[in-house]
């Protein structure tokens, strides 16, 4: 069994604290998700749920799957991880499979993540393992409850927390960071950043180029009344994000961090005296040979595309294209009422739209 001291798993999940703007601190992480892998796993460990030498499974993206993998390498669990065809690349599956875990790859006829596929097959491994264990990182309050530390690194740093920003997939690290924040800080407005054709948001669910955010599924752990304002990134303006970070900072993140960060900038920007955080949560090692590669891009139908200074604001929900940033005011209201009031307005599609559907 491989061991490490606990302490090296503490160090890859804290950000380094980065200064974007001179009112914009970033978090930026290793392995954000291993900051709730470790939390559910410790805390089953220690109310008995999870016992030495369980098969635990999830259904993963990215990662939380390499979290829980690393994880259960060094306290002797196994693992199944299922994804889908779309989402994992085959040196990334690879490097999971190194590590121990048992990679299932679906097929993604849709191109959206075949989220319902991966849970059946998930409920049908459970349904055979005695000694199963699934992390639920959907749906577990561990998810949410982890994040009270960023909270307190982000209020070490900064003193006073005005706004959030930070991506929605799972709705762990956004709505439980706005959770404790709101504790101390009520005023607090949170920015939630989805992409387009995820239905976290209102939104029909459809083919999605940007992964790392966005679900095709809603998580119990998504807490809409939370969010004061929702900006949707497509794939292209997160990919320059990126670049710019790079560029400009140092910072060598993957496109869902350029996405949270594409949106926090301009918050910094438009209001000079609010101190803004934002939550970037993924490097960009797994990204070198697609967004940091010249030749990838250069096949991207419309690359390289209009760089974006400002969303595009709309006044009822619907998606866009890749290369297109749009915003909504969601005033902390759940995703009922939001699309209840859709459904009763007589409100016309904002223009453009519909550019992409």
């Keep these: 069994m491989v061991t490490f001291d606990v302490d090296y798993f503490r160090d890859l999940e804290t950000p380094r604290l980065a200064l974007l703007a001179p009112n914009l601190v970033a978090a930026a992480f290793p392995l954000m998700k291993l900051m709730p892998a470790r939390y559910i796993l410790d805390r089953a460990a220690s109310n008995g749920e999870l016992k030495a030498g369980s098969h635990i499974v999830e259904t993963t993206s990215g990662t939380f799957g390499m979290a829980v993998a690393l994880l259960a390498a060094a306290r002797g669990y196994r693992l199944t991880l299922v994804t889908a065809s779309t989402l994992i690349d085959a040196k ?183 101190q803004v955080a934002v939550i970037m949560p993924d490097e960009g090692h797994r990204h070198a040979e697609t967004v940091y590669s010249d030749d990838w891009l250069a096949a991207l139908p419309g690359w390289p595309c209009k760089e974006l200074s400002e969303p595009r604001t709309l006044t009822t929900i619907a998606p866009a294209a890749e290369t297109q940033w749009t915003r909504f005011l969601w005033l902390r209201r759940s995703l009922d009422d939001v699309l209840k009031t859709r459904e009763a307005s007589d409100v016309p599609p904002a223009v453009g739209a519909a550019e992409n559907l």
């Design 92 to 274: 990334y599956k690879a490097r999971l499979e190194r590590i121990g875990a048992t990679v299932i790859a679906l097929d993604d006829p849709r191109g959206d993540g075949n989220q319902p596929g991966r849970l059946e097959r998930l409920q049908e491994i459970l349904a055979n393992e005695p000694d199963g264990f699934w992390t639920r990182q959907y749906d577990s309050p561990g998810n949410w409850l982890a994040y009270a530390r960023l909270a307190e690194l982000f209020i070490r740093a900064m003193g006073k927390v005005d706004c959030l920003v930070g991506c929605v997939g799972t709705g762990g690290s956004l709505c439980g960071t706005a959770t404790f924040l709101r504790t101390v800080f009520p005023h607090l407005t949170v920015f939630a950043v989805d992409t387009h054709r995820s239905i976290l948001f209102g939104q029909p669910v459809g083919k999605r180029m940007l992964r790392g955010l966005g679900n095709s599924v809603l998580p119990k752990n998504v807490r809409h009344e939370l969010v004061d304002e929702i900006h949707w990134v497509g794939a292209y303006p997160a990919y320059k994000s990126a670049h710019r970070l790079l560029r400009q900072h140092g910072l060598f993140m993957g496109p869902t961090s350029g996405a949270a960060a594409l949106v926090a900038q301009w918050i910094a920007a438009t209001l000079p005296d609010a």
